[in-house]
């Protein structure tokens, strides 16, 4: 799983996805099941960009991995663009989409919308050491670590419920785009999880906004 970690660069990119790509066109690098990298693929469907972009999964963790020779990070999701360069983690693509197309941006505008996408990345980050310590072998585990995961994901849910039943998360941004991709992972992929527990209001939110063509469109398979 990719870290989305990165500092808010402001990109200026002409508006016209056909200015200079000729017969290429930007790719962007995933994995099946990372979230971060899923955002992403939300974010180019729901603007309206998924013929100009071209999708390549890769493997993770691995020295043969497709995304390698332009991420030596390996990490994903990485968007290789025509002119040599290459856009790694989440907020950084998502920036770049928005000067894409007409269609409004997915990155927040003011600071409450900010703040909401944070809240989420944060517990996406949490989700993702907690899901990598349960990959460990269990001798290798951490019981601290789970212990502090779990109870980090299920504070930060019981606050997240109760910004849905407030009004938040209604408007088709960056910041709901991650909370699908969070729960929806969570749902295929971290189900040792039950964040639906005792929080009606989330799970409503969810069962209605996961009907999006985007969402069913960039479902991962099932996995531990």
């Not at 960009?49 to 390549?56: G, S, V, Y």
């Not at 072998?137 to 994901?153: F, H, I, K």
């Not at 039950?194 to 929080?199: A, E, I, N, S």
Request: charged letters at 20%; a negative charge.
């Amino acid at each position: 799983m990719a870290n989305h970690s990165c500092p808010l660069v402001i990109l200026s990119v002409t508006n016209d996805l056909s200015f200079s790509y000729g017969l290429n066109m930007p790719e962007l690098f995933y994995s099946d099941g990372s979230p971060y990298a899923r955002i992403c693929r939300m974010a180019i469907r729901e603007r309206g960009l998924a013929q100009d972009i071209k999708e390549t999964i890769t493997t993770l963790r691995d020295p043969q991995a497709v995304v390698l020779p332009y991420n030596p990070t390996g990490k994903v999701p990485a968007l290789a663009l025509d002119d040599g360069y290459t856009l790694c983690e989440t907020t950084v693509i998502l920036q770049w989409l928005d000067t894409q197309g007409s269609a409004p941006p997915m990155l927040p505008q003011d600071t409450k919308g900010l703040a909401a996408y944070g809240r989420v990345l944060s517990l996406l980050d949490g989700i993702a050491v907690w899901n990598r310590e349960l990959r460990r072998p269990e001798s290798e585990r951490s019981p601290s670590v789970l212990a502090l995961e779990a109870v980090r994901a299920d504070r930060t849910a019981d606050v997240l419920s109760q910004d849905v039943a407030g009004g938040a998360y209604q408007t088709l941004d960056a910041a709901s785009l991650a909370l699908l991709a969070v729960l929806g992972y969570a749902q295929k992929r971290h189900t040792v999880w039950q964040w639906q527990q005792g929080r009606s209001e989330l799970e409503n939110w969810f069962n209605t906004f996961s009907q999006r063509p985007s969402f069913m469109d960039t479902i991962p398979q099932v996995s531990g």
